[in-house]
């Protein structure tokens, strides 16, 4: 079994600063690419930042330059430091991870956060 446990989060004012993080634990042998989504009140799942094994890293449009998204393969965590907030950015979090449960490239599935809530608001 493979679990994700977000922390972080919480209010922030316009223009204010959050950080995220996500552990990932259980049968893992490697973990390839590592994402946080979220999802605003009656809207569906969308995706926020991904980062590779390799460090790779992409970017919604409405959060680059104001968002970065980083990695430590050692400790499988990610973390998502969120600068420049605006109300828009409220949503809860949701950490994503593509595990690979073995050394055989077999049983390779993607595993989900409980979620974080961010609110946004003066």
């Known amino acids: 079994q493979v679990q994700l446990v977000e922390s972080g989060g919480g209010l922030a004012q316009p223009g204010g600063s959050l950080g995220l993080s996500c552990a990932v634990s259980?049968?893992?042998?490697?973990?390839?690419?590592m994402a946080w989504y979220r999802q605003a009140p009656g809207k569906e799942r969308e995706l926020v930042a991904t980062?590779?094994?390799?460090?790779?890293?992409s970017y919604a449009e409405s959060v680059k330059g104001r968002f970065t998204i980083s990695r430590d393969n050692a400790k499988n965590t990610v973390a998502l430091q969120m600068n420049s907030l605006k109300p828009e950015d409220t949503a809860v979090y949701y950490c994503?991870?593509?595990?690979?449960?073995?050394?055989?490239?077999?049983?390779?599935?993607?595993?989900w956060g409980q979620g974080t809530q961010v609110t946004v608001s003066s």
């Open positions: 994503n991870a593509k595990v690979q449960p073995s050394r055989l490239p077999i049983n390779i599935d993607y595993y």
């Open positions: 259980g049968s893992i042998f490697r973990i390839d690419a």
């Open positions: 980062i590779t094994y390799g460090g790779s890293k």
